[in-house]
């Protein structure tokens, strides 16, 4: 269970760095679990450089990878072959725009060994082509043309990116505050609970208009993560609670956060954070009311 707790933070601390890269052709940050069926869903934001649109997308399947079926996309004409799968436009028409996104999905399985899948991914345009299928390696850790990485991660390791999480400051004696984060479950989770050393207890809380006051409450049964979409906890929305504080939260330390995720299939998996502390935003609502 010890080294699967550090392989969490260690993806939590990649997917952080690679959150910048969305305008590579990629997959969505988060990674899946080793054995399991998988959509990788290729997102392309941009066409190659200088050209005005997308007309193909191909990509090479890296070993280890099954593949069951692909999405077919309307106006485009889709092949699989042994190792690869490749969409194409039927006329220019249907050809992707530069700037418009989409997302290019493949179904299949992951090997049963946790690891890194690279998929090289061939996008051609109207003018020109893109090959995003370099690996980084030591002495080129940020290629420009990086392929699209899955981390697949052993069976307790939540799939799960969490990023940019914070914890709202506390003065000594403050009975509770919130922290915050984005989290994304490429297959879709369920945040079930939270614990941290620094509260005596911790929930995860939605605030709701009652009437013309705004209230917050524990969120029944946890928090739904649906597939690759990212869900805010941020001040005034979704927030974890830390309540029965130990000690003062000062800006500029961290917190330690273990959160708790179920996935699809019912399992448990786990990851950890370091949240540092900042000052509570302006016109914070959740910073001054606390009705349970
Ligand atoms: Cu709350």
Redesign the pocket.
């Known amino acids: 269970m010890k080294t699967y707790l550090l392989d969490a933070v260690a993806l939590v601390a990649a997917a952080a760095a690679s959150g910048a890269a969305s305008a590579h052709v990629s997959l969505p940050p988060g990674g899946a679990t080793a054995g399991d069926s998988y959509a990788a869903a290729f997102r392309v934001g941009h066409a190659c450089s200088g050209a005005r649109s997308t007309t193909g997308i191909t990509v090479r399947v890296p070993e280890g990878f099954s593949v069951q079926k692909a999405e077919p996309r309307p106006g485009w004409t889709l092949a699989t072959a042994p190792g690869s799968v490749s969409w194409r436009a039927g006329s220019a028409g249907a050809a992707l725009p530069d700037k418009e996104r989409a997302e290019f999905v493949v179904h299949g399985t992951l090997p049963a060994k946790p690891g890194l899948l690279w998929f090289k991914v061939l996008q051609t345009c109207d003018v020109g082509n893109a090959d995003w299928a370099e690996v980084p390696a030591a002495g080129n850790d940020k290629p420009a043309f990086p392929a699209a990485r899955l981390d697949v991660l052993a069976p307790g390791v939540a799939a799960v990116e969490v990023r940019d999480a914070w914890v709202r400051m506390a003065v000594k004696g403050q009975s509770g505050t919130?922290a915050f984060m984005t989290l994304a479950a490429p297959s879709g989770a369920r945040l079930v609970a939270v614990t941290t050393p620094v509260a005596g207890v911790a929930e995860v809380?939605e605030m709701k208009m009652e009437g013309d006051v705004m209230r917050?409450r524990a969120v029944a049964g946890g928090l739904e993560l649906p597939p690759r979409r990212e869900v805010q906890l941020k001040p005034g929305g979704y927030?974890l609670?830390l309540m029965d504080l130990k000690k003062a939260l000062v800006v500029g330390e961290t917190v330690p956060l273990e959160l708790e995720f179920v996935d699809r299939a019912g399992r448990k998996a786990v990851a950890r954070v370091q949240a540092p502390v900042r000052a509570a935003a302006g016109g914070d609502a959740?910073a001054s009311a606390?009705r349970?």
């Open positions: 919130g809380h917050m927030h609670m959740a606390h349970h």
